[in-house]
């Protein structure tokens, strides 16, 4: 009996051995027949070097994409109808970029080709957040999204007129009537408090706050419920703090004091812009705040003018001369990119308050200050552009490419997996709060939006610049908008419209 018992437990060990390799052979062939089929891929990314900054990934791999999405990761070539050969090129998450002011179809044109998939006003914002992108109505070439504009709210409630964003059309909103200069009384705070309720109901990717362009109409009690509904809704609140002379942290320690009284998460915008020569300053109380468990996070450029309106609040109301430490010279009128005097000045100023301007002031030592901070992001704050008769700024077209030729490659000031994330991850991780849509984007990971951008890392620069802004980048190859390939061979293809509007639902 234990003679027979022994074969037949061997023979059923054999049995399983047989049964395990037959297997295995035939789920290998299954494998190997569903990588290899062309129509198991809407697209291949083949030889490229792939950086995905969250987990570290930075080698060759091979990228499979079906219906919007990155579906295989390989260490082996993929097959498809459709490949692109990235051999010595990049490959990295589409660019986010937080704060434009440009949601047209010249705007996302030049932001395409400088490797932007996903395109945000989260400054300024809109109000009603549906008008938003009024431009891109007959297609998008990216994502493109908004918070709820307090302006917006604010001229509803003091004026009763809707203007739901910083231009409508091509007509640019003036800033100099009652609900930029005048304080609201109690009962009209609880009314835009209302109304900033539903623009998030509507989809708004938190609140903006053009603060500094209202500095004294905006009331503390109104600047405490701004922060009480973005903490209740649980979404970001980003702000341009009132401006000091030369770098005065006053504007940032107020709303760094609402962010931890209030628990909401603090974005502040362009940090280097307004704290100048003191980003350090600025920098360390950021991260003192969040040491005690505040939520703050802030940005900055990568061209060093600011750019803004002839007509806003530090130039129509305060010595802007000695808060930016500059003159009249030192002034562009961005629409012909002549610098200003005295004269030029107040003669734009009476004629085209609206007008844009480019006002050099920051210095190459503060940019490089905040990029190396560990958590800042990159954005554009590019100024509106229609037309190419009318000149905007050059952040608007070679911000990312002058982060990643200028900064990393010539100045060295960052990692190339540094300065991804802080174009891209950082971007992503921080907007989650605001949407969960975020979580598929600002990376290269299996089930992540096909936002993706190709480039070389060798020749990638800006070739943009003052008073002459409309110029493409160099070096950004291919670009992917939900697997969709809107950017070949450094050219756009302007026919293709996959992006969305983005929202909080």
């Known amino acids: 009996m234990q003679g027979k018992k022994a074969l037949g437990i061997s023979q059923i060990v054999v049995g399983l051995q047989i049964l395990f390799v037959a297997t295995f052979i035939t789920a290998s062939l299954i494998y190997t027949v569903f990588l290899s089929e062309p129509e198991n891929y809407d697209l291949v990314i083949n030889n490229g070097r792939v950086i995905d900054p969250e987990t570290d990934l930075d080698g060759p791999r091979h990228i499979g994409i079906r219906d919007g999405s990155i579906v295989a990761i390989s260490e082996q070539p993929l097959e498809s109808d459709v490949i692109i050969d990235a051999r010595g090129l990049i490959v990295a998450p589409g660019f986010i970029d937080v704060h434009s002011h440009s949601p047209t179809v010249l705007g996302q044109h030049f932001n395409v080709l400088d490797g932007v998939t996903t395109q945000l006003d989260l400054e300024a914002g809109s109000f009603p957040v549906s008008f938003y992108g009024e431009h891109l109505r007959a297609g998008a070439a990216i994502n493109y999204g908004s918070s709820v504009g307090h302006f917006a709210v604010r001229i509803k ?31 009209q705070i609880e009314e835009m408090r209302l109304l900033l309720h539903k623009g998030l109901d509507k989809g708004g990717l938190g609140i903006g706050v053009l603060l500094d362009y209202m500095t004294e109409a905006v009331s503390a009690a109104e600047l405490a419920m701004l922060f009480e509904v973005a903490a209740a809704r649980e979404v970001p609140i980003y702000v341009h703090v009132r401006r000091g002379y030369t770098g005065d942290p006053a504007g940032l320690i107020e709303v760094i004091e609402l962010a931890k009284s209030t628990k909401a998460a603090l974005f502040v915008c362009h940090i280097s812009h307004n704290a100048m020569g003191r980003i350090g300053d600025w920098l360390a109380m950021i991260d003192e705040a ?60 009476k004629e085209q308050p609206a007008g844009a301007v480019n006002h050099h002031y920051v210095k190459e030592q503060w940019v490089e200050t905040a990029l190396q901070w560990p958590r800042m992001m990159v954005s554009t704050d590019a100024l509106p552009a229609v037309d190419t008769r009318i000149a905007t700024n050059p952040n608007i077209a070679g911000t990312f490419a002058r982060l990643l030729g200028h900064y990393v490659r010539e100045q060295k000031v960052l990692s190339l997996t540094e300065a991804l994330a802080k174009i891209s991850l950082h971007q992503a991780q921080w907007m989650e709060q605001a949407a969960p849509l975020f979580k598929r984007k600002g990376r290269i990971q299996l089930g992540a939006d096909a936002d993706i951008v190709i480039f070389d890392a060798t020749t990638v620069a800006a070739n943009a610049d003052y008073g002459d802004p409309y110029q493409p980048s160099s070096g950004i190859q291919h670009v992917l908008v939900a697997g969709q390939q809107v950017v070949k061979g450094g050219t756009h293809r302007e026919q293709l419209y996959p992006g969305k509007k983005l929202l909080n639902n």
Do not use: C, H
Request: hydrophobic residues 40%; proline residues 2%; glycine residues 10%.
């Open 290 to 349: 969040n040491s005690a468990g505040a939520n703050i996070t802030t940005e900055t450029l990568s061209y060093a003018a600011g750019g803004t309106s002839i007509g806003a609040d530090v130039f129509r109301r305060r010595d802007w001369q000695g808060i930016f430490d500059i003159s009249y010279e030192d002034v562009q009128w961005v629409a012909t990119g002549e610098w200003l005097t005295k004269e030029s000045w107040e003669k734009y100023s």
């Open 157 to 187: 409630v003091l004026e009763g007129i809707d203007q739901p964003y910083i231009f409508a059309g091509e007509k640019t909103v003036v800033m100099g009537s009652p609900a930029w200069m005048q304080e609201a009384t109690a009962e």
